[in-house]
């Protein structure tokens, strides 16, 4: 291998200044990463084992080498070749040489330059070296050690220096050598409590329960010194309290202006001396050399009082300096940093002790490192422990490029105390312990596979269910074996009797789609169940199902369906179905609902019962954390795309044209919305706005999307005013361009997981944007606030945390800062997808129409409205709307013969999908074929609301409509302040509903019913109902076939809404 003879090592602090040009490095035993910059992310702390003959004089020829080259810092008694010659010698008739004094002292003191783990050697020249190599017995080495303890901390004014015991001679290399068992002399311990916490340091646990072991009795307390543990070269180990004086080289931790700081009683020793490490020089192996110096402040504070793996107070000091600690974004953690190192700093300062801060000590270390490239060509360093762990870019070592290799003399890790103090009881054979261990393999996959098997089916449409099937799961694992079944892998029969064969219990947790019907997920398996394709037997279940009480007829429909057909079909319910109202507190009807069933199925199902299970059905209600990870880019079409029926694909649609039809002068107002891509849309408005929406073929698949009754879904988005106030309000907004996956997990032994794999790949800005419905309040908005909050004036959650004028509000889109922006998307619901009704029918011009209802409302002087309402009232010309045709089979279909008669029966926007009816009929009237008469029944508010006139007025032309008009809140003759359009006949109108139309109509719904003709409603599912009964009166009054007989054959169909 070639060894480069220089490395350019960059300052990147000073991109101007000179590069320095290390070629010290040639030297460096390790050639395998000479030359590679010092990264300084690995801890090379493995131990150094004994060398051979051959490895020691040829590290005895180098050692002299460099001793005689340094001719300022060495005093040699001998010349080079001579003293060579002489240890060469001895070692070829003993194994072994000893050093000089000089030699030892000069070792010593080398062995610290070239350390490259030590910020502090720049003053190595001053190090005080102690030769104790006489002392062998561990009494006398303990004397040792305590007489050089006593020099080194000189009165509190540190006298840096080493203490070097008898060598490992080559007859014992298979011995550990005399070893001083503790990693520092002064030091704390750490014992184990019952309950696992830890009193003092984590680190010592180890060493205290050996000091224990060998006879020492702790008083346990937090900052209690170890004892010194000794080994001499035969092997007899002895352990040793440290004299009263030397246990008095304390200094407690008071700070000059936080007394909180000092009320918390901290204190630290006075001096490092690291004792564990081992010297080597010249093929000799010191392995009981101690070396102690002073201490830099954040060793202290950052390291030791602050880390995770030590004493771990960084969060008691920051709630005893009453710091936000709720989330990093407060830097809570810097201020708690910076005054515990300012009181260490001020202690040691206080009592006379000697210490430097670390700001000067990285400056101190630049110019130490210019100095011996400049008189040696190199400084083998180790970046991580040069730079501090805190300020790391204040100062200079941060931004400056090393070379961390080894050189000799040098100071070297040994293996640990572990290695040596096992118990022979423990020691097993490799194959013995193979056989243990596949012994409790064996015995644990046995009882995991005579665990119950419980399968959660989820059947979801944003996510829901599929969050509590992951809840429910974390709690049912515990004693079963589980697995989460998307419902698409039970929709074939096979997949369905694989899923029952292999599940003792199955849990189905279903969400509806629109007004309770299936999610498009569970489409085909909802058919399936309709048309009794599958058959339950054997199957143990309970099902909870998911709703909203705004679709009270409808509330829940489609769990309702799987718990009465899963028990027709064969199968057994386990306990009642449960169901959950998100207009409500969904959650917490789950958790109770899935609480009572893990306990009825531990007591049914396990051999001991639900008792030994008690404290487990506390994990479904425990808080869920959340985490941000890095992920690939997938667009929004992307993951909008696997949202929907794989038969069907999302289009981009982009609003053209917006225009006004309503008459002025009326109470509200209709809009017409033009959207390009050659596609209409229209979308009549609740609050009287008409909208229109197209697209753009994209191949020859594409001629027949749809047809009329079908329904195209939106993705509606958050505004952008709202979306960019919660990102500034939020404690924590990743980049914005970064693609990102959201991450949650309840318990801490458990694996971190995705959130909703619907949603991956997204930025902050689209997840703020399409995900997070800004709208809606969370059903636990107790938990997620974590606070005890009141109810408001009405009894519901209003009026409960501070908004940003100062007004109560619950909406957590007005309490962001309460929250980091993982958890925020992870709690708050998910923008759902909304069907609207098709209101057109297709055509060469790729056209097609549909009409919403937008609530809106005036609330402190402003127009405000639901997320779609929002999300239409505010498009503008250009904006591309993200959206799909529906294939779904539940929709409202034409009959294929034209020329069969319709009765129509609409209330305001339930409208649409007859639009769609009416304009093809007109298609087929123009082409020559023959149709049927149209009778409308449609009612609506006012009569300058009735937009019909202007939506007919063409297809009047050529089409045999008859309609029949009901203005609920005003008399027909009330009106008359515009003159409206030319449309179809009128042949009654009136104040009232829709339903009074058909009672004082019977002969028009008898003729339809007699000519073979269909029957439709469609509006609000109050509406709809009404319609409904009074069909069914009439039909009875008129003597004609019953309404249930032209429901199944399909002759009479409805669609609501909420």
């Known amino acids: 291998m070639t060894v480069k003879k220089q490395v350019e090592l960059n300052d990147y602090g000073y991109p101007a200044s000179i590069p320095l040009t290390d070629t010290l490095n040639k030297e460096s035993r390790d050639q395998s990463g000479a030359w590679a910059p010092c990264q300084g992310s690995k801890m090379l702390t493995s131990g150094k084992g004994p060398l051979s003959e051959e490895e020691a004089i040829i590290q005895m020829k180098k050692f002299f080498d460099t001793y005689y080259a340094d001719v300022e810092n060495s005093k040699p008694t001998l010349a080079k070749d001579e003293r060579v010659a002489e240890a060469l010698s001895t070692m070829e008739a003993t194994g072994d040489y000893e050093h000089t004094f000089d030699e030892l002292s000069w070792a010593a003191k080398t062995a610290w330059r070239n350390a490259p783990r030590c910020v502090g050697r720049n003053i190595w020249k001053t190090l005080t070296v102690v030769d104790e190599r006489n002392a062998l017995s561990c009494p006398d080495i303990f004397d040792a050690i305590c007489k050089n303890l006593r020099v080194a901390f000189n009165g509190g004014q540190i006298n840096p220096s080493a203490i070097v015991f008898r060598q490992r001679y080559m007859k014992d290399k298979d011995t550990p050598g005399i070893r001083v068992w ?49 080994s001499d070269a035969n092997q007899n180990t002895e352990v040793f309290e440290l004299p009263n004086d030397i246990k008095g080289y304390m200094v407690d931790i008071t700070h000059p202006k936080e007394p909180e700081i000092t009320k918390l009683g901290l204190r630290w020793y006075a001096i490092p001396s690291v004792s564990s490490m081992m010297l080597e020089a010249g093929g000799i192996q010191y392995t009981c050399s101690q070396i102690a110096g002073f201490f830099q402040d954040t060793e202290i504070s950052v390291m030791n009082l602050l880390a995770e793996s030590r004493y771990h107070l960084m969060e008691p000091i920051g709630r005893a300096l009453k710091l936000d600690v709720s989330m990093n974004s407060t830097y809570w953690k810097c201020t708690v940093a910076t005054e515990l190192t300012r009181a260490v700093y001020h202690s040691f300062k206080l009592a006379r002790v000697s210490m430097i801060d670390h700001l000067t000590l990285a400056d101190n270390f630049n110019s130490f490192m210019k100095e011996e490239v400049r008189t040696r060509g190199g400084c083998p360093t180790d970046w991580l422990w040069v730079v501090p762990p805190m ?14 290799y080894a050189l000799s003399p040098s100071y070297e890790y040994q293996a640990g105390p572990e290695m040596f103090f096992r118990k022979r009881r423990n020691k097993f054979s490799f194959r013995a312990v193979v056989r243990t261990s596949m012994y409790f393999l064996e015995m644990m996959s ?220 009326a109470p509200e107002k209709y809009y017409l919305w033009w959207l390009c891509q050659d596609m209409w849309l229209y979308t009549g408005l609740y609050n009287n706005n008409l909208l229109v929406l197209s697209y753009e073929p994209e191949s020859s698949d594409d001629k027949e999307l749809f047809l009329p009754g079908q329904h195209i879904g939106i993705f509606p988005k958050n505004l952008s005013t709202e979306k960019e106030r919660v990102a500034r309000s939020l404690s924590d907004v990743p980049f914005g361009s970064i693609p990102l996956i959201l991450e949650e997990k309840i318990a801490i032994h458990e694996p971190w997981r995705q959130w909703n794999p ?180 449609h009612g609506c508010r006012y009569k300058e609301h009735d937009f019909l006139g202007s939506l007919l007025e063409d297809a009047a032309t050529v089409l045999n409509i008859e309609t029949f008009r009901a203005y609920s809140r005003s008399e027909p003759g009330q009106d008359g302040k515009t003159a409206r359009k030319a449309g179809p006949k009128i042949l009654l109108e009136k104040k009232g509903y829709v339903q009074d139309l058909i009672a004082e109509q019977g002969e028009v719904v008898a003729r339809v019913s007699r000519d073979g003709g269909h029957m439709y409603s469609c509006g609000g599912s109050g509406v ?17 076939v019953s309404l249930q007989e032209m429901i199944s054959s399909k002759r009479y169909q409805e669609e609501k809404f909420g």
Not at 208 to 225: D, M, T
Not at 391 to 404: I, M, N
Not at 776 to 793: Q, S
Request: proline fraction near 4%; charged fraction near 25%.
């Open 758 to 937: 619907n949603y991956s790949g997204l930025t902050i800005d689209e997840f703020l944007g399409t995900v997070a419905d800004l709208k809606r309040i969370p059903a636990n908005l107790d938990a997620i606030f974590e606070k005890n909050m009141v109810n408001g004036e009405n009894g519901n959650k209003n009026d409960i945390a501070e908004g940003e004028n100062g007004n109560k509000t619950s909406k957590p889109t007005d309490n962001a800062g309460e929250f980091d922006s993982a958890k925020f998307i992870g709690e708050m619901p998910t923008i759902k997808r909304r069907l609207f009704s098709i209101a057109s029918c297709q055509n060469d011009g790729h056209t097609v129409n549909i009409l919403i209802a937008m609530h809106e409302f005036m609330k402190d002087g402003k127009t405000v409205g639901g997320l779609t309402s929002n999300f239409v009232r505010s498009a503008s010309l250009g904006e591309k709307i993200e959206g799909y045709f529906s294939k779904s089979d539940e929709q409202m279909r034409l009959p294929q013969d034209s020329s069969l008669p319709l009765l129509l029966v609409s209330a305001g926007s339930g409208w649409a999908p007859f639009q769609s009816f009416v304009n093809a009929r007109e298609r087929d009237a123009r082409s020559g074929i023959k149709t049927g008469p149209i009778y409308i029944f």
């Open 1024 to 1040: 709809v109902a009404g319609v409904r009964d009074q069909l069914e009166t009439t039909l009875l009054e008129q003597e004609c």
């Open 391 to 404: 300020s790391g870019g204040l100062v200079p070592t941060f931004h400056h490029e090393y070379l961390r």
């Open 446 to 665: 046995k009882r995991l596979k005579e665990r119950k098997r419980v399968a959660m089916v989820y059947a979801t449409e944003g996510g829901t269910a599929l969050t509590y099937a992951r809840a429910a799961e974390s709690l049912f694992v515990k004693a079963f074996n589980v697995s989460i079944v998307p419902v698409t892998a039970i929709t074939n029969k096979e997949g369905l009797q694989k899923c029952i064969d292999c599940s003792d219990i199955v849990i189905i947790i279903a969400s509806p789609f629109g007004a309770g019907g299936a999610p498009s997920i569970a489409e085909e398996f909802h058919r399936n169940l309709l048309n009794k394709v599958y058959r339950f037997d054997g199957i143990k279940y309970a099902v909870f199902g998911l709703g909203s009480s705004q679709y009270i007829e409808t509330f829940a429909n489609f769990g309702k369906l799987l718990d009465r057909e899963i028990e027709t079909e064969g199968g057994t319910r386990i306990t009642d179905a449960g169901f959950g109202d998100d207009q409500a507190n969904q959650k917490l009807a789950f958790d109770d609902w899935i609480k009572a069933l893990y306990v009825k199925c531990c007591n049914d199902y396990l051999p001991m019962g639900g008792k030994s299970q008690g404290t487990a059905v506390e994990g479904v209600t425990a808080k869920k954390v959340y985490r941000w990870r890095y992920s690939n880019k997938r667009s929004l079409n992307q993951c909008f795309q696997e949202m929907i029926d794989s038969h069907e694909k999302i289009f981009e649609f982009t609003l053209k044209e917006k225009i006004n039809l309503s008459p002025e002068g």
């Open 182 to 230: 503790n990693g520092v002399l002064l030091a704390f311990a750490g014992f184990v409590k019952e309950n696992g916490d830890i009193i003092g340091d984590p680190k010592n646990v180890y060493l205290a329960n050996l000091a224990k072991s060998l006879g020492w009795k702790p008083k346990r307390g937090p900052f209690e010194l170890l004892p010194i543990m000794i």
